[in-house]
């Protein structure tokens, strides 16, 4: 069956780093789309950022110029690299996937969180001020 597994997160104070990681099995993620969400607490789960499977990218406006999505097709994982993290970055991260080429990347993408067939358990990021 397919599983995601998330790795990478932690505590890391504003201005920090830390690339997230999110390991496939029973799956072949270079012929999917892929993307990343966030849910902080009280709020709902959102996109964050997503890459389709010829390598296309699209962000949340939020991040863009601070997080890095790709891939590792050969080691069938996901990565999100995030830059300049802030205390609003604080939130469970979940990487999530759909059998498609594409992603689905209209203007509330973002929010879409039905479109995705599967995802994993999430790992906690928290940013300290």
């Not at 892929?34 to 990218?57: C, H, L, N, Y």
Request: proline content about 2%; aromatic content about 12%; some cysteine.
């Amino acid at each position: 069956q397919v599983q995601l597994v998330e790795s990478g997160g932690g505590s890391v104070q504003a201005g920090g780093s830390l690339r997230l990681s999110c390991a496939a099995s029973g799956y072949t993620i270079s012929s999917a789309c892929m993307a990343w969400f966030r849910q902080a607490p009280g709020k709902e789960r959102e996109g964050v950022a997503r890459i389709d499977s010829d390598g296309s990218t699209g962000y949340a406006e939020s991040v863009k110029g601070r997080f890095t999505i790709s891939q590792d097709n050969a080691k069938n994982t996901l990565y999100l690299r995030m830059n300049s993290l802030v205390p609003e970055d604080t939130a469970t991260y979940y990487c999530a996937t759909r059998r498609a080429t594409y992603c689905f990347s209209g203007p509330l993408w973002y929010k879409d969180t039905s479109w995705y067939s599967y995802w994993g358990q999430g790992t906690q990021v928290t940013v300290s001020s």
